[in-house]
């Protein structure tokens, strides 16, 4: 299947910094969605993106959609030690089979 | 109640045996999945399965086989097991978009 990839791999901020993580597709996305992974855990859904230019939001969590719908990001502001994990963004491939980018890791220091 | 559990959520075992690990999902969902993720985090797509359509990720080794007795069970097979099969392996299930992930399990071939 089609790949996306995320950049940076892995993002060391200080507690009150903001974070933001990108993911790139070649080929155009019917949609997008971001999950997180805590440390030990399992990959918990986020959000779907689904139209050209959309921006959703979760509290502190900003989530954007390119224009071309090729790309998407997620930005945190003001992180927290709870914000620490592993952020994935996904495609759907054929069958319904969610493709993952190699998600960046964020460590937060207080 | 826990909607995707797995079982066992640790296997250690050695080269050349053959395990299973189980999944079930209590959400009514058509779609199950298989993903391994490796030591880096990745998470590589193994099976997409619903009632009426099995998607094999072409670089999947046949040693790796699912069994899914009905629609909630969604049981993965490993023959012949290697070192390289150290992972942990997540089973998911879906209706529409969001995946919804077990617990995960740690399998360590030795």
């Known amino acids: 299947g089609q790949q996306v990839m995320q950049i940076p791999q892995y993002q060391h901020v200080q507690e009150g910094e903001d974070f933001t993580t990108y993911c790139n597709s070649s080929?155009?996305?019917?949609?997008i969605q971001w999950y997180k992974q805590r440390p030990g855990g399992h990959p918990v859904f986020l959000i779907q993106l689904v139209k050209s230019g959309e921006v959703k939001k979760q509290k502190r969590l900003t989530f954007q959609f390119g224009e071309a719908k090729k790309n998407s990001s997620l930005h945190i502001t003001a992180t927290q030690t709870t914000d620490v994990g592993t952020y994935f963004c996904t495609r759907n491939n054929a069958g319904n089979m969610l493709t993952f980018g190699g998600g960046t890791r964020l460590m937060v220091k207080p | 109640d826990t909607a995707v559990s797995q079982t066992p959520k640790y296997l250690v075992t050695q080269m050349g045996n053959d395990k299973s690990i189980k999944c079930e999902q209590n959400?009514?969902?058509?779609?199950m999945y298989w993903y391994k993720q490796d030591s880096k985090k990745f998470l590589k797509i193994m099976f997409s399965?619903?009632?009426?359509?099995?998607?094999i990720n072409e670089t999947v080794p046949n040693r790796f086989s699912p069994k899914s007795p009905d629609k909630a069970h969604l049981n993965l097979h490993i023959n012949s097991l290697e070192l390289g099969d150290s992972a942990v392996y997540f089973c998911?299930?879906?209706?529409?978009?969001?995946?919804?992930f077990g617990q995960g399990t740690r399998l360590t071939v030795v």
């Open positions: 998911a299930s879906s209706q529409n978009f969001e995946a919804f």
């Open positions: 399965y619903n009632n009426k359509e099995l998607i």
């Open positions: 080929t155009t996305l019917s949609n």
């Open positions: 959400l009514g969902h058509d779609t």
